[in-house]
């Protein structure tokens, strides 16, 4: 893609507006917790320091807005916290250049460096660097500093204490995300009626996952609704594809492929009566038409084999989900026993020790956390200076804007630059000409700040442009308040607000971390995932004693890592301005739908495993090593821009036809064989790649 046409696309990115549904009451909480702050803080103070503490309030309240299963009151507490201690330490630094210099680039570098924790560290890490900008301008002495630290820090804890107090849909993020686990699982059941090959995309499941971690204090009080729905789920999904599936399940035509349709619709019905039930909290409504069709005897009749398994074991399942959407059937303990396991999250304190080893494996060479840590730093450093240098006054719009808009990513860093350049624009705009209409005093200054921020935490889910513009007025009048000349900020702000972004533009450009380059390495993970995952599901057929099926669990969930980590790339490479590198746009798409299909019979023979006392299948240890050594080989072709050979798999399966000994077994030969067609699609696609097609 050309730089004009990445150019073009980021900033149509960066102004879209979405619709998105809207959350009035948690924006009214954060408003009324801000509000409670800047009474005070004024009525104690006066305005310069609630200047301030309206600025803890804010991130506080803005934290608690980010995507994180940890329990929001944590989330504010940690961002008030940190503020407090950077604003304080700063303005005691910030008289002697160098040393505020030297410290803004160590508290820059570590905010980046926080995206190895996760976009939710990153996003507060790095907002608390550029809020800090601004609040060490504001004390006038190191008592005055003192105060304002420690209302930031009451600005954390009241807006902490209000979502303790005043709940919004308790468990809703993780209430949200097992719903949609369910709803993607009743899709994909309606869609395999239709397409027996139907893709699913394991993100929802996925996402769930992450959400059912907890820490002990949570599992104590979390719902029963949401203990154990999101296991079964993931059990319904080689099931439903199994029972679909024309190869290795039901016929493509006939009375058998007709039943199975039925049972895959009345699945769907009943999986989205669970996904309702499980978002808002309420009773599960059956669908009785759907629970007639799985309680028909005529299953019995007309599906013989694998198909009736599947059938059998879906209806299990299904009545599991059910009752767990209801609220029972989760908990059997007697007294005394132990609560259920359940998927442990660390405490915060825990969680530090995690956090370093992070940080600390992305200190590499080529690691895309690590580039952005240097770049960001750098960037933040030269704003800093140049905001200095320019005879505007207010410099730190400059380093603060570069802070607020580089991610890791090409595009979010290019489309958040022209997002806040524009809002800014806007919103400082708009908050000019009330100012020039009102001329308020610091009691409507502060009103109209509020109004700002009540508007931004309603709306900043819609577009990043939108929330610029209501944080834009929000600054204007909160420096108003404070005793800020509002007529010198317009022109500077907008200027230096340009710079910010156009040095975190140019710094990407100079000092990338494309993913383009990346893409055979992602493949070539993927490749030997999907590999390990087949040869273990191989390994329990060959002997289901000794293989658990925690062992497959396993490596399935790192297939799927691997799958989500391919698509993204995938998905940022397309906007980069960078040259093809290794494979083309066709051949990525045609390499990712045969591992996909690679990875689906391999689930497929994993809905049929056999029972810990099933007869063992000798042919399918042989076909098992035989996966992983061509895979590992394969993935190595990839990342030298090779195309793989399967001959090792070949051979395993023309063995067995020589050998003597009982035929063998045909559920585990059909599968083996559809795996060995998927390889052979994969090289196919990289043949096109590499010129020899």
């Known amino acids: 893609m050309s730089w004009l046409r990445a150019l073009k696309e980021t900033a149509r990115s960066g102004l879209t507006i979405e619709r998105r549904r809207l959350e009035p009451l948690i924006a009214l909480r954060g408003a009324a917790g801000l509000a409670l702050v800047v009474g005070v803080s004024l009525a104690l103070f006066g305005p310069v320091i609630a200047a301030g503490s309206a600025f803890g309030a804010h991130q506080a309240a803005i934290a608690s807005f980010q995507r994180s299963w940890r329990p929001r ?27 505020f210099l030297a410290l803004l680039i160590l508290w820059t570098f570590t905010a980046g460096m926080a995206w190895a924790a996760g976009s939710t560290a990153g996003i507060i890490a790095g907002s608390n660097v550029a809020i800090m900008l601004v609040t060490v301008t504001l004390p006038t002495s190191a008592a005055d500093a003192a105060a304002h630290a420690a209302m930031m820090a009451f600005g954390g804890l009241v807006q902490a204490a209000l979502i303790v107090l005043f709940p919004v849909r308790r468990w809703g993020a993780q209430r949200d995300a097992l719903a949609d686990a369910l709803a993607a699982e009743a899709d994909y059941a309606r869609r395999l009626r239709n397409d027996p090959v139907a893709p699913f995309d394991p993100v929802p499941l996925m996402t ?25 789920a993931e059990r319904l999904r080689p099931v439903l594809a199994s029972l679909a599936d024309p190869a290795l399940g039901v016929p ?9 349709q039925e049972i895959l619709g009345a699945a769907g019905s009943l999986l989205d009566s669970a996904a309702r039930a499980v978002r808002q909290g309420d009773p599960v409504r059956l669908d009785e038409t ?43 303990r007697t007294p005394g026993e132990p609560l259920v396991p359940h998927r442990r999250r660390p405490t915060l304190l825990k969680l530090v020790p995690v956090v370093h080893r992070s940080m600390r494996r992305e200190l590499r060479r080529g690691s895309t956390v690590l580039r952005h840590a240097v770049r960001v730093s750098a960037v933040t450093a030269v704003g800093y200076l140049m905001g200095l240098a320019l005879p ?27 997002g806040r350049f524009m809002g800014t624009v806007i919103g400082v705009a708009l908050a000019t000409g009330i100012v020039q209409a009102s001329h308020p005093n610091a009691q409507l200054s502060a009103a109209l700040a509020l109004v700002s921020a009540a508007l931004m935490y ?27 000349d509002w007529s010198q900020t317009v022109p500077e702000r907008v200027v230096l607000t340009l710079l910010g972004g156009l040095l975190a533009m140019v710094a990407y450009a100079l000092y990338p971390a494309w993913e383009t380059p990346r893409l ?59 040259r093809h590198r290794g494979i083309s746009r066709t051949s990525a798409a045609d390499a990712q739908d045969a591992l996909a299909q690679f990875g689906r019979v391999a689930m497929l023979m994993e809905a049929h495993l056999p ?59 059909n599968g083996a064989t559809l795996l060995l067609r998927a390889l052979e699609d994969f090289s196919r696609a990289l043949e096109i790649s590499s010129g020899r097609a």
């Open 208 to 232: 769930a996952r992450n959400a059912a971690a907890v820490t002990p204090r949570q599992a104590r009080r979390r719902p029963a609704d949401l203990h154990g729905a999101r296991g079964v």
């Open 73 to 99: 009151p944590v989330l504010a507490l940690v961002s008030g916290a940190s503020l407090a201690v950077s604003t304080f330490v700063g303005y005691l630094s910030v008289s002697h250049t160098l040393l």
């Open 290 to 332: 759907a629970l007639s069709v799985l309680k028909s005897p005529d299953t019995e009749v007309i599906l013989t084999g694998p198909p009736r398994r599947a059938a059998d074991r879906l209806t299990s399942l299904l009545a599991d989900v059910i009752e767990i959407a209801e609220g029972t059937g989760t908990d059997d």
């Open 611 to 669: 029972a810990a006392s099933a007869t063992p299948v000798p042919e399918a240890a042989g076909l098992a090593d035989a996966l992983r050594r061509a895979t590992e080989e394969g993935a190595k072709a990839v990342r030298e821009r090779r195309v793989p050979d399967w001959a090792p798999v070949r051979e395993a399966l023309a063995h067995r036809d020589t050998a003597e000994g009982p035929p063998p077994d045909s559920f585990v030969r």
């Open 458 to 484: 309603l709306l900043m889910r819609t577009g990043y442009a939108v929330g610029q513009v209501c944080v834009s007025a929000y600054v204007v009048f909160l420096l108003g308040m404070a005793g800020d």
């Open 252 to 260: 493509a035509e006939g009375p058998e492929r007709y039943w199975a």
């Open 520 to 578: 055979r390495d992602r493949l070539a993970t993927w490749l030997i995932t999907d590999g390990r995952y087949a040869a273990t599901v191989l390994d329990r057929y060959a002997d289901p004693a000794s293989r658990t099926l925690e062992e497959v669990r396993a490596t399935l969930l790192t297939t799927r890592e691997a799958r989500v980590a391919w698509q993204e790339a995938l998905e940022t490479a397309q906007h980069e301005p960078v």
């Open 392 to 418: 505007f006054g207010h410099g730190y719009w400059a380093p603060m804007t570069a802070v607020m808009v580089m991610r890791p990513e090409f595009t979010h860093t290019y489309s958040r630059s022209v």
